[in-house]
């Protein structure tokens, strides 16, 4: 990567020697280079907070690969951070059409509902995330701070033993919760 890098960079600056604007056209990218550089573009816009020009980036990066699941899972967090949510749902559920057992996908989509306030959706995906990381610590944490909303107490109690093992920091910081609410 870095020799494409280094080979691309040397291309401009002997294209600029000569005063001649550079193009994308002067050049005989395939697809694939042209999907991953977008897709990079895109990822220091997300560095640099420029979340709009990261989707931009993203949309372009996907015309020339529309599997890039890295792609749309990107957009859909910039999206989630523009408080767009119903468009990061769209980038997260296109992810899980292509790969169905990623675990952080399906709780991003929890957390996204949650976001949207529809506790069910958000509980259905939390449960998906932990059928495939069955140790989701924050995925179990979530799940339990929807059935302490709902008042779901057997459902609460269950999580609520998972997470004694998993994380017991968690699990006491979520009863103590529990405790002040009543």
Do not use: W
Request: aromatic share 12%; proline share 2%; with cysteine.
């Amino acid at each position: 990567m870095k020799k494409i890098l280094l080979s691309l960079l040397l291309i401009v600056f002997i294209c600029n020697i000569n005063d001649k604007p550079v193009n994308s056209q002067d050049f005989n990218f395939s697809e694939k280079d042209k999907a991953i550089a977008h897709y990079n573009i895109a990822v220091n816009f997300i560095k640099r907070g420029e979340l709009q020009k990261a989707i931009d980036e993203f949309q372009t990066s996907l015309t020339f690969n529309p599997d890039n699941t890295k792609a749309y899972y990107n957009m859909g967090i910039a999206y989630f951070n523009l408080n767009k949510f119903d468009k990061a749902l769209e980038c997260y559920n296109k992810v899980i059409l292509i790969t169905p057992n990623d675990a952080i996908t399906h709780y991003n989509i929890g957390v996204t509902y949650s976001s949207l306030n529809k506790m069910n959706e958000a509980e259905q995906s939390y449960l998906n995330a932990i059928k495939y990381k069955n140790d989701f610590i924050e995925a179990h944490a979530n799940l339990a701070m929807i059935y302490q909303y709902q008042d779901k107490v057997d459902q609460l109690n269950e999580e609520l033993n998972i997470l004694k093992k998993l994380d017991p920091g968690i699990a006491k910081r979520i009863v103590d919760a529990q405790n002040k609410k009543y």
